[in-house]
C-alpha cells in the first residue's frame, strides 16, 4: 500500500502545466509581442523620417548651392528682358519674378532658374537662352539645364519663390523651396542670397522684382 501511494503522488507531479497556467502564460507572450510590436515599430518610424530629413537636407542643399552660386557672381548687365507672362522690360540687369529669376552669368550669358515638368515631377531649370547676332541668325540655340533625376533621391520641387523681403537692398534675395516626397513627406529650405555685383544703389535700381 505505501508503494502505491507513492505512485500516486508522483504521477500528480507530472500532470503538466494546468489551463489556468497556459491561460496566463499566452497572456503575458501577447502582451510582450505588443510591446515589443510598438517598440521596433516607433523604432521604424524614427528612422524612416531621419532618413527622408536626411536625404531632403541633401538636395535641398544641392539645389540651393548651384542657386547661390550663380546669383553671387550675377553680373550688373543691363539689357531688356521678357517676362513670363510676355510682357517686355527694359533697363534691367535682374528681373525677379514669383518662381523665376533671370540674370546675367559671370560667363555673360542670359540665364534664368525656373521649373520644369518631367515624366510627371517638377524640377530645378537652369535657363540658357537663345543667342543672335546682329544679322538675327541664332549664335546659341537655348538650352536647358537639370540635374540628373537620381540626385533629387525621390524628391520633387514642389514649389520655389524668389522673394525681396528688403525693397531698400533688392539685391539680397531669398529662395524658398519647397521638396515633396512621396514616402517621406515634404521639407523646406529657405537661404538668403545677395548678389554682390549689384553692390550699391545705382546698380539696385537695374534689379526689378514682381512678386504677382
Partial sequence: MPRSSHN??????????????MIVTFALLSIFMVCATMIIS????????SKGLSYGM????????????????AQCDVTKMEKVAGEEVEDVAMLVE???IQFTNKQGSHVSFELVQHDGRQYLAEKYYEVR??????????ILWTFDDKAYMGYEVKNMEFIIKDADHPSIVCVAL???????????????IE??????????????YYPD
Fill in 8 to 21: 500516486k503522488r508522483k504521477k500528480l507531479h507530472n500532470q503538466g502545466m494546468t489551463l489556468v497556467e
Fill in 42 to 49: 516607433a523604432t521604424v518610424q524614427t528612422y524612416h523620417r
Fill in 133 to 142: 547676332d546682329e544679322g538675327g541668325n541664332v549664335a546659341s540655340k537655348e
Fill in 195 to 208: 548678389c554682390y555685383q549689384f553692390d550699391n544703389s545705382e546698380k539696385e535700381s537695374y534689379i526689378k
Fill in 178 to 192: 519647397t521638396l515633396d516626397n512621396g514616402t517621406y513627406g515634404q521639407y523646406e529650405i529657405n537661404e538668403y
Fill in 98 to 100: 514669383k518662381n523665376v
Fill in 58 to 73: 541633401q538636395v535641398g542643399d544641392m539645389l540651393v548651392s548651384r542657386i547661390t552660386k550663380e546669383l553671387e557672381s
